[in-house]
């Protein structure tokens, strides 16, 4: 199972506005330092995370604050940060009238490739954040601004933004419209004024090209309060809009888990976006998201028997130049999610979701049946974001993991789905309004945590679902024997490392080689003190290393002999008596301090008769001397050797367990004991 | 000598002043009885006695080829006290070979076993094997007392050992003094 991850920064601070806005910290958190610089690192991981629900002041503010500002516009700079709409959207909330002078280099040097979704964006969005700029008081923000609406300017920078970009067409209409949004926000008398021309028709921007007439009487309704931004609302997090939300299936309900299902999804385009979501690059998403949900990631997580498919080829919805592909209010966000051509729609920007905020990527209703999204270039983001939204359309609200799929902001990794939010995607709410596919069993036959309905290797244990082609085939079914061992991968239990032998110790269907606790007892093979005998304690009474499960010869005072006695210790398969001594074992010399030195069930027994060699009765120099000659000899037939009346021991040598003995009972008086009682 | 020093001090001290409580000083000395002749132990003081510890030195003379000496010291323990043994000549430490000594102290006796082990070289001739250490009673009168061996033996290097004949061993007298 994956370790919890450390939440990035961004992520981090959201939670931390979640605490703050019950007041209550957690050990060690502390809100965001007002002003305080966060580092350039910092500020590139906050501007790289994808805000699935958007950036609005308060985000901005506990992602990056004020400080970020310096490294937000060396990132707007750069052609080749992959998320400049994160940039500029940032900005719009946290710059001074100064950073006029960098998005309007931005607009003069437009993206070489506009088809780049997150570049697209950037553009779109410049204006935007010069309204919101010009309303904190930035004059030389509102002056760009009336400057790219005067009469018959056709958008001055900005057209020369558009024919620079030159693939989009009707960008410039579009980098228009966003001016006079951006006026709207500014909400100053010039701004004000200057709509009312132009929706009057007194002053005409473009003289070629789209009316810009409507688009300035829906800026004069969002200046007129008619849709109020609700700055620090939690809009941004209940993004979803529509009918009321049920409660998740309960446990109760679950008898359909034991089939895995999967949710056709159908989807269009509309017909202004530059970069379109195509059936395979969306057949890739999709399969993306299915093995995040699919797979068990972590502790929390479960291998949810549900998947997400593509449901049709993806057509196309709205006219050109409808405006539609760019979401910037209430009306526009509901004729886009009431349109029924598909449930999900892609869109170029979404500006408007119960709110308005900033560069959405995407928008649903919870529960219900329509999405709309934007297009992200990274997979794994794009996948978590799908998803994520139709996540809301079976009943699910947002979590405060932020290794959930559900959590609200998409940092890349996300992966999880609890049992609830399984349950939910198995028993979607009824006004999800989708009909699921039964797919079989909720099985996982290679016990590789990936249910078998989506594992792109049913029979070979790979969780990590690795398909190198891209064709849907597990990389590790690509190959018939992978590891070479003889066993095809299908049946082996250990299909990457040679296991000829399939040994699987506790029978758990995986092999030993690849089973990092063949005994199951909790202890990992690498550090299990008996890796194949089940020990969880760990037990090692003698402290060698091998858990007294596995150790031949438990032998605590390292004498050779073990307790119990076996015939793998290394001075024989007699018992040692006392375990925790070196001069008690068996044959150690009787001594006379008590103990039953030798083992023979009897302490201090000793008889001086039995050491006088010489019959004087008494163990004197004599006896001492003999063995001081023998001394270190050694016999195979000790019996007829001159020494054998002083080889106490019996053991064929003359030696220091002789000379123990003998300086016990030395100077004794036969016949009597040595020892005294 | 620092001890020496020191006593010297005392005693002056005693002389010099008459209301100063005197200490009384015990010595002890050792007088054997035999000069050393061929095939004989004999006792006499070593040349580091002092008058708080006398030591005992067991002087062989004319004995060859010596594994082991075995012996018990029979002493009045109201005069002296045992207080220990060391190893003196190369009689058992010729040729670097280990002694092992093997000690049974009981009041008034010590038996004591010096034998030789390991790759040692033969020694042949005259030499001292041991010094016995004996300090004075604290608090006993002046006397002196008989200081004899029992049961020694000694034996050689022979396969196996065969004890030494016709070795005659000496003792002597501690002499107890209270200054």
Known sequence: MNAVRRPSRGIRRILTALWVSTACLGPGESAAEPGAAPSEADVRDAALAVYIHGIDEDVAVLEIGPGGVGPLKALLADPEFPRRDNVVAFLAHLAEDDVTTDLLALLQSPPRSPSVPEEDRALLLAPQALGRVASRGGPRALAALLEMTEHDAEGGVLARTARTAGAAPGLRDDLVEMAIRGLALSGASEAVERLTDIAAGRIVPSSEGRDPRSAAESALAAVGGREEETPGSSSADTPEVGEPAVAAAGIADLDQNLRAHVAPLTYTNHVDVPSPMSDARLDDVLREATVRAGRDDYEEDVACCTAVRREGSGGAFGTAGDGRDIIGNENEMNAVLGASSARVKVVRQIDWCGGAVMNIVGCSFLPGSSIVVVRLSGISAEAILWIHEYGHNVGLGHTGDSRDIMFGTNNGSNRGLTQTHCNAYQLPAPQARITLEDIGACTDDDLDSVHDAVDNCVNVPNNSQQDANHDGIGDACQVPDIDGDGVLNEVDNCPFISNPGQADLEGDGIGDPCDPDDDNDGAIDSADNCPVVSNPAQADGDDDGLGDACDDCTDRDGDGFGSPGTSFCLAGSNADCDDTRTDVRPGAPELCDGRDNDCNLVADDLLCEDFDIDSDNSVDGREVAWLARAFTLCSAAPVSEWWFPVDYTADGCVDGDDLAILSTVWSCVAPGPVCSP | ?179
Not at chain 2, 132 to 147: H, K, Q
Not at chain 2, 149 to 160: L, N, V
């Open chain 2, 1 to 179: 000598m620092i001890a020496v020093a020191v006593l010297g001090a005392g005693i002056a001290g005693c002389g010099g002043g008459g209301r100063k409580r005197v200490v009384p000083t015990e010595c002890l000395a050792f007088q054997g009885h035999s000069a050393p002749a061929a095939s004989t132990v004999v006792a006499r003081q070593g040349s580091g006695s002092l008058c708080e510890s006398v030591q005992v030195e067991l002087v062989l003379t004319d004995v060859a080829d010596v594994q082991t000496v075995d012996f018990t010291v029979d002493y009045d323990f109201d005069v002296a006290r045992y207080e220990g043994l060391s190893i003196a000549g190369s009689v058992l430490t010729s040729g670097g070979a280990t002694v092992n000594v093997l000690e049974n102290e009981s009041p008034g006796k010590v038996s004591i076993d010096l034998t030789r082990f390991g790759t040692g070289v033969d020694f042949n001739g005259s030499g001292s094997v041991v010094r016995l250490i004996f300090s004075p009673v604290s608090g006993a009168a002046p006397a002196t007392s008989t200081m004899s061996f029992a049961s020694p033996q000694i034996f050689g290097s022979e396969t196996p050992p065969q004890e030494k004949p016709g070795i005659q061993w000496f003792g002597g007298e501690l002499q107890l003094t209270v200054n």
